[in-house]
């Protein structure tokens, strides 16, 4: 098999050699081969800090590697003869073209740092990963579609799988630009902590998905069901929802499922943003009336969900604009109105 040469600038980078072995070239006989004419190469990943050891072998089945690649942001690799989806298989990892080492060699794919320039389907028509997101490569399908691994930024799943085009992918150390929110014409609705995403009115459950309260857009409703459209970081949805699942409906003036005594709701509009005023007390829970645990800082930037009022005072649940800090499953960031400015 004649060797494949990623074409790109010459960089000069780290690699550190592991004890001396007999490097070959490797045959298609060591393994299964990838999609027909599916080469996946570039010039190295994105950064990512305690990313999993480079290693390549010589072959699928060594035992020790021929060589550790110790800046994968820095070296060209064409990837090619993809295992299996679900095997934990080796890929073709072919080096050159940059005055260090010229190998076809086999290295694992997780850990590695793709890709997408489109989005990989998850259920289709209905989930998908966002185009820009940073994926593993776990393999080929069946049908010899790609099958990427991609972190939810979400509470459950952790991850999930979806499949994508040879040329939907790409091995690059700059970060592509992150595919832009689903936007479409419809009403606001706040969607609970864990929602059920279906096919259909009462059709197929295609995930259950465990995030603090999503914004959506409500398109449709029909027989205790909501189509809704929604985005997080990481995926997009444009599926059914339970109506209990629907926490908060604009069009209808409604919230339900705040869980506490006492308190009454006024005006939300969780498309707001606000910024907080100075340091003030943190409450994280169902409502604001438990007790503070810590506090949200001077200058945070927050997403407005809702306002309750509570013996005559009124709190606002928030969550951060840059999402890096959630609060727990069922629970809300709880703070006092009167340290909050409404941009």
Known sequence: MAPITPSA???????????PT???????AEGPSGPSGCVVKGAGETFGLGTKTFRVFTSRTDLEPALIVE??????????????????????????????VRLDGYA????????????????A??????????????????????????PTESFAPKTVRARAQCDDVVYQPDELTPEADVITAGDEVLLAPTTHLYDTPNGKQLLTLGTSYLNATKVDSRGGFVHIVASTSALAFDAWIPQRDVVADRALGSISGIGMTGGSSCGWGWSRIGTVIRETPLRIG?????ASTGA????ARVHIAQSVT??????????????EIEPAPTKSFWIAEADLRYD
């Not at 997101?133 to 579609?145: H, M």
């Open 9 to 19: 600038p010459e960089i000069v980078a780290q690699i550190a050699l592991a004890p």
């Open 22 to 28: 007999l490097i070959t070239t490797p045959t298609s």
């Open 71 to 100: 800046r994968p942001e820095s070296i060209h690799v064409a990837w090619h003869d993809f295992p299996r989806a679900g095997t934990r298989g080796r890929a073709m990892a072919s080096l050159g073209g940059q005055s260090l």
């Open 108 to 123: 694992e794919l997780e850990g590695r740092r793709f890709q997408l320039t489109h989005r990989a389907i998850v259920a």
């Open 125 to 150: 028509d209905h989930i998908w990963v966002r185009a820009g997101r940073t994926v593993e490569l776990t393999g080929i399908d069946d049908d010899d579609a790609l099958v990427v691994s991609s």
């Open 286 to 290: 169902t409502s604001p009336t438990v």
């Open 296 to 299: 949200i800082e001077r200058d």
């Open 310 to 323: 509570v013996e005559g005072e009124p709190w606002i649940a928030v969550s951060f604009v840059s999402r």
